[in-house]
């Protein structure tokens, strides 16, 4: 099994930082790509950023040059920085990880979600 623990969310006005943390425990081979996804109370959850192998990034174009992801694959770790925060970022933010195991099965796991509320 693989777990996720995400900490780093809270309450901030708009147009302030937060940065959510990710860690990734359990029987891990290896990680290709870890991501964060969110969803807001009556929406449908829905991708924030990912990263990948080489650092690839993607991210949706409502974050585009306002959040970035990042990664240290020494700690199993993913990040995501936030700044210029809007309240429609308002949302539980899930981790998500896929890989392989050390059995040799993939794996793709999610966190329980951070929430971040952001007051106008």
Request: proline share 2%.
């Amino acid at each position: 099994q693989v777990q996720l623990v995400e900490s780093g969310g809270g309450l901030v006005q708009a147009g302030g930082s937060l940065r959510l943390s990710c860690a990734a425990s359990g029987n891990i081979f290896s990680i290709i790509a870890m991501g964060w996804y969110r969803q807001a109370p009556g929406k449908q959850r829905e991708l924030v950023a990912t990263v990948a192998g080489g650092d690839r990034t993607n991210y949706a174009d409502s974050v585009k040059g306002r959040i970035t992801i990042s990664r240290d694959n020494a700690k199993n770790a993913v990040y995501l920085q936030m700044n210029s925060l809007k309240p429609e970022d308002t949302a539980v933010y899930y981790c998500n990880a896929a890989g392989i195991a050390t059995t040799g099965i993939p794996f793709g796991s999610w966190g329980q979600g951070t929430q971040v509320t952001v007051s106008s």
